[in-house]
């Protein structure tokens, strides 16, 4: 099956899972992971209306930044962000979805500050309590309140844009399997917009190939998706 055939089914699917929510596919934006993909997928990519482009590591995506500087893409860092690599990330990514450090954020925010620009970030939270996930941990709705004195801190920050929440449910081919996570994410979204009022708390990143559907169900914003469209 081409590119093009794949991003139909998905885009079909997407707004399908809005319907039965009761959301309309316009709320829903599709990122297209192109982390391993060689630049000719992107630029083709690109040309299909995939103007949304998701890359999980500062090496592989800046030379392919370099390569496609003429095309408007927007570039989301969607990966773990090492403190050394945020000035680069801050001067060149419209998006940073895996903000999960104070530390971090305040980085990016320096870095952002220094490039004359404001970052959008979303916050990145390990909601399914796997220990090999990054994000700060909030498997437990109990300790939420733990977690406000960062978040604080984050939305204070002069240059950075808070915009919402970021997770990865635990991978595995039983979508249903990921629900609960990505319920918890919305939870958490309404407990810090609540508490934390001077951030938007609009975009929910969540979803992945195998469990997008729910993701959209469950209110995702953006969705990462790689292997759905690539192969
Ligand atoms: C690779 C990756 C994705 C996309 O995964 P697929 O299963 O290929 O759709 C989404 N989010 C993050 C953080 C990733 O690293």
Same mark, same amino acid.
């Not at 309309?24 to 992107?42: E, F, H």
């Given at each position: 099956?081409?590119?093009?055939? &794949? %991003?139909? =089914?998905?885009?079909? #699917?997407? @707004?399908? !899972? /809005?319907? +039965?929510?009761?959301?309309?596919?316009?709320?829903?934006?599709?990122?297209?992971?192109?982390?391993?993909?060689?630049?000719?997928?992107?630029?083709?990519?690109?040309?299909?209306?995939?103007?949304?482009?998701?890359?999980?590591?500062?090496?592989?995506?800046?030379?392919?930044?370099?390569?496609?500087?003429?095309?408007?893409?927007?570039?989301?860092?969607?990966?773990?962000?090492?403190?050394?690599?945020?000035?680069?990330?801050?001067?060149?990514?419209?998006?940073?979805?895996?903000?999960?450090?104070? &530390? %971090?954020? =305040?980085?990016?925010? #320096?870095? @952002?500050? !220094? /490039?004359? +620009?404001?970052?959008?970030?979303?916050?990145?939270?390990?909601?399914?309590?796997?220990?090999?996930?990054?994000?700060?941990?909030?498997?437990?709705?109990?300790?939420?309140?733990?977690?406000?004195?960062?978040?604080?801190?984050?939305?204070?920050?002069?240059?950075?844009?808070?915009?919402?929440?970021?997770?990865?449910?635990?991978?595995?081919?039983?979508?249903?399997?990921?629900?609960?996570?990505?319920?918890?994410?919305?939870?958490?979204?309404?407990?810090?917009?609540?508490?934390?009022?001077?951030?938007?708390?609009?975009?929910?990143?969540?979803?992945?190939?195998?469990?997008?559907?729910?993701?959209?169900?469950?209110?995702?914003?953006?969705?990462?998706?790689?292997?759905?469209?690539?192969?």
């Amino acid at each position: 099956m081409s590119l093009a055939e &794949r %991003l139909e =089914q998905v885009r079909e #699917r997407i @707004a399908a !899972a /809005a319907k +039965r929510a009761g959301r309309s596919p316009d709320d829903v934006r599709l990122v297209a992971v192109t982390k391993g993909q060689p630049i000719d997928v992107l630029r083709h990519a690109y040309e299909l209306g995939l103007t949304d482009v998701g890359e999980n590591r500062v090496e592989e995506a800046m030379p392919k930044l370099r390569a496609l500087a003429g095309i408007a893409c927007r570039w989301h860092m969607i990966g773990h962000v090492q403190s050394r690599k945020a000035r680069e990330v801050a001067q060149h990514f419209q998006m940073v979805h895996s903000v999960d450090s104070l &530390r %971090l954020a =305040q980085r990016l925010g #320096r870095a @952002a500050g !220094a /490039a004359g +620009r404001d970052l959008p970030v979303l916050l990145q939270f390990n909601v399914s309590g796997e220990a090999s996930k990054y994000g700060w941990p909030a498997a437990e709705p109990n300790k939420w309140n733990e977690l406000l004195d960062d978040v604080s801190q984050v939305c204070a920050l002069q240059h950075l844009r808070v915009r919402g929440l970021m997770t990865l449910a635990p991978l595995g081919p039983d979508s249903e399997a990921a629900r609960p996570t990505f319920q918890r994410l919305r939870r958490l979204r309404d407990f810090l917009a609540e508490r934390v009022p001077d951030a938007s708390w609009s975009d929910l990143s969540m979803g992945m190939s195998d469990d997008f559907e729910v993701a959209v169900e469950e209110g995702a914003s953006l969705v990462r998706i790689g292997r759905a469209l690539f192969g």
